[in-house]
């Protein structure tokens, strides 16, 4: 396994467009996490899963975002109408979380996509 | 909505110096966890600590909890260039694994 792999790593659009993440987190690792980062700030909490389920959704983030992880395995994350306010690093990070073996919240990061609206 | 509020926002050392790094946080946790971030990459897991444990070590890092405080220290001994990086803590309130990170703190090491 060769860690959480996040494509595409960048991403230009138009305002107006729609576009799609992908993340793969590592195998073994239950629990899924979507960061967004803006320069000079911190990761800013976005949606989480555990295996399939959606458990939490930031109230920051409006209904243009979704996110799914349809098999429990990579997820997906989709930017409706972009804006150029949705100009950020989309980071992904996994980690094993309860019902697995030695819980360690600690999270394996991806690289990120960074998103560019013009 | 940021939990954790590091400080200084930025550090500037000469290598081979030491470099201490504080995080504040508001709410009670159930554990704390310091990582790194090179520019312009994903971040990378330095080390966790518990609400029940009071400090910390992994190789040149050492890490301090004070819960009563709400606060946290990170310290780097010795460091290097390649410890050039942004640090941030991060908190797991809800012992959901969700974590709410910091502003960060920008470390520079001259050489």
């Known amino acids: 396994d060769t860690g959480v792999s996040q494509n595409p790593r960048h991403k230009i659009t138009k305002r107006g467009q729609n576009v799609t993440f992908r993340c793969d987190p590592i195998s073994e690792h239950n629990r899924l996490y979507w960061y967004r980062q803006t320069l000079g700030q911190g990761p800013e909490f976005l949606t989480y899963?555990?295996?399939?389920?959606?458990?939490?959704k930031s109230r920051l983030l409006s209904d243009r975002f979704s996110a799914e992880r349809p098999k429990g395995s990579f997820s997906t994350l989709e930017i409706q109408r972009t804006e150029q306010g949705d100009s950020a690093m989309y980071l992904c990070?996994?980690?094993?979380?309860?019902?697995?073996?030695?819980?360690?919240?600690?999270?394996?990061f991806g690289s990120g996509t960074r998103l560019t609206v013009v | 909505s940021q939990q954790g509020e590091e400080d200084p926002q930025a550090l500037s050392i000469q290598e081979g110096e030491n470099a201490t790094m504080n995080c504040s946080y508001k709410?009670?946790?159930?554990?704390l966890q310091w990582y790194r971030q090179n520019s312009g990459r994903g971040l990378v897991h330095l080390i966790l600590i518990r609400s029940n444990e009071r400090e910390k070590h992994s190789g040149r890092l050492r890490v301090t909890l004070d819960t009563s405080k709400k606060s946290s220290s990170l310290l780097i001994t010795a460091s290097r260039a390649a410890d050039t990086a942004s640090y941030f803590c991060a908190t797991d309130a809800s012992n959901t694994g969700k974590l709410i990170f910091g502003q960060g703190t920008t470390l520079q090491v001259k050489p």
């Open positions: 709410t009670s946790i159930n554990n």
């Open positions: 990070a996994s980690s094993r979380g309860p019902g697995q073996a030695l819980p360690n919240y600690g999270y394996t």
């Open positions: 899963f555990q295996n399939e389920a959606q458990l939490e």
